[in-house]
């Protein structure tokens, strides 16, 4: 997967024109000026390998994930990418509180891209990697609030994608589920696919990545090898650096 | 082209959202399905009472089925009406309601506007059913045009999901639009002969005359409402049991065929701003 030159940028409103009412009263377009969340960002993730993106809050990391699942469009640069991508931002979005848990697994899966046959074929490693047989048949606004989201994760790492973006959703559930997920990405990683995660968590960029990119102000820093990577940006942290 | 097959390519997506919407909304609810009839049922009464006995509205019986039953007759231009009125307000927030799904997920963003459209779909189909139900046991013999009956149901629907998509999108930028939608269907229902024949509505142009000396009289103007050759059609095939006018199928098919290809090309033109814009 390659980056290149991307940027992109939002509309910072002053007078936003959000009813008819004040486009019609005022009588012109709404006075905004442009935020660059990301600044010509160019990085290169190799096939097969675990990518890591770093830095602090605001930095663009999420921006930038945003952009790689395709939910925004960059206003400059390209994103190429060889093969399915799937996009993991947040679990359990498009859960239908109503519906039994199977009916959401098939219903969840089929927006995450899956085909039905698809879903079919791995429900059985779906609900057994989410650990909740026993209440597949309820309601999911019965669920807990931990098995709502193991659900959801095990229904969006099953999709089985080539590339697989992930936003800071490793840190859920108890030990036990978050050791099957580590498992999986291992599996992952063994299959020959890609994997991109934000992540606050350096421990976990350090054991679980090959590779990093951070980024600051929507800046790229540095990109590369995970350690030298890491302990640049742990260094500019503790030398009192660009917060 | 592209995006058509897009489009095609989330059928599935489309087909599984549409029962998420018709499985979900009448959940824990003692009477189901059947509350989807209970509104008709309550509107045809109110106005069967103000109409039809108080203020005497008689439509002509129909011709050659021979009915005159004021509330039957109602229904059959209530029933595609309240579907087309639904769909385009509930349609035009699909967006809004389903706002952490498209800053979330990447998918076709057309399935949302759709699956909308398809579910009420769905109960229409159901009401269309009893409402058929009711006309043989009223002795009209409406099987053999039930084929012609689903074309025009699609028909009208395409008309829906076309300015759904125009309004969904208009929401998203100005959410006044919804209100503004709100009020634009309950005039448009009076200005519809839903309620009243379409024959009163003939008196009065015939007084008045063509106006400001052109050919245009008001009937002219009035019949511009595409929802007037929906209504005229469905009578003509439920209610009078015969072939409706070629003109007014042509009128129906080609607003439906404009309003579905306005709305695509407006969709498609908004569809990437979406997840910013909410």
Not at chain 2, 116 to 131: A, D, H, Q, R, Y
Not at chain 2, 204 to 222: F, H
Request: proline share 4%; with cysteine; charged share 15%.
């Amino acid at each position: 997967m390659k980056v290149d030159g991307l940027s992109k940028s939002f509309r910072l409103y002053h007078e936003r024109n959000q009813s008819l009412k004040s486009t019609i009263m005022r009588g012109r377009r709404s006075v905004h000026e442009d935020f660059w969340a990301l600044k010509d960002i160019s990085f290169e993730v190799p096939t097969g390998s675990t990518f890591g993106l770093i830095g602090s809050n605001g930095s663009g990391k999420s921006t930038l994930l945003k952009c790689l699942a395709k939910i925004y469009y960059p206003e400059k640069g390209t994103i190429t990418s060889r093969g399915r991508l799937a996009a993991l931002l947040e679990v359990g979005s498009g859960f239908h509180p109503e519906l039994s848990g199977r009916d959401n697994v098939f219903l969840n899966g089929s927006i995450l891209g899956m085909s039905k046959k698809e879903i079919t074929r791995k429900f059985d490693e779906i609900v057994d990697f989410s650990g909740v047989e026993q209440f597949i048949d309820q309601p999911v606004k019965n669920y807990s609030s931990g098995m709502y989201v193991r659900l959801g994760f095990a229904i969006a790492i099953n999709v089985d994608p080539d590339v697989l973006v992930v936003d800071e959703v490793l840190a859920v559930g108890d030990a036990e589920f978050q050791e099957k997920c580590r498992l999986k990405f291992v599996d992952f990683k063994e299959a020959g696919k890609t994997v991109i995660l934000v992540s606050h968590s350096m421990s976990t960029v350090q054991d679980m990545c090959d590779h990093a990119a951070w980024l600051n102000h929507g800046e790229l820093v540095t990109a590369g090898e995970a350690t030298p990577t890491i302990s640049a940006y742990l260094d500019s942290l503790s030398f009192g650096g660009n917060l | 082209m592209r995006y058509l097959k897009e489009v095609l390519a989330s059928r599935e997506l489309l087909a599984n959202l549409t029962l998420r919407e018709i499985r979900g909304q009448y959940k824990r609810t003692v009477f189901g399905q059947l509350w989807s009839l209970v509104n008709p049922l309550a509107t045809m009464l109110v106005y069967t009472i103000v109409f039809a006995f108080i203020l005497r509205v008689t439509p002509p019986p129909g011709d050659p089925s021979g009915l005159n039953i004021f509330p039957v007759w109602l229904l059959c231009g209530l029933l595609p009406f309240t579907f087309f009125s639904a769909s385009v307000q509930t349609g035009m927030g699909s967006i809004l309601a389903n706002a952490g799904l498209v800053q979330k997920v990447h998918f076709s963003r057309i399935v949302l506007p759709l699956s909308t459209v398809g579910s009420i779909g769905f109960n229409w189909l159901f009401e269309m059913g009893v409402l058929v139900a009711v006309l043989l046991i009223c002795g009209a013999w409406v099987l053999p045009w039930l084929p012609f009956v689903l074309l025009m149901m699609v028909i009208l629907a395409v008309f829906a999901a076309g300015l759904v998509l125009v309004l969904v999108i208009a929401n998203v930028y100005f959410r006044d639009t919804q209100y503004f939608v709100g009020i634009l269907m309950q005039i448009w229902i009076y200005m519809t002969p839903i309620i009243y024949p379409i024959s009163l509505v003939e008196a009065q142009s015939a007084r008045i005359g063509p106006l400001m000396g052109t050919n245009v009289t008001v009937l002219d103007i009035y019949r511009l409402n595409p929802m007037e050759r929906f209504v005229a059609v469905f009578r003509n095939l439920l209610y009078d049991n015969r072939w409706p006018e070629v003109n007014d199928v042509l009128f129906c098919a080609v607003s439906a065929v404009a309003a579905l290809a306005v709305g695509l090309w407006v969709f498609r033109r908004n569809e990437k701003g979406l997840a910013e814009a909410l």
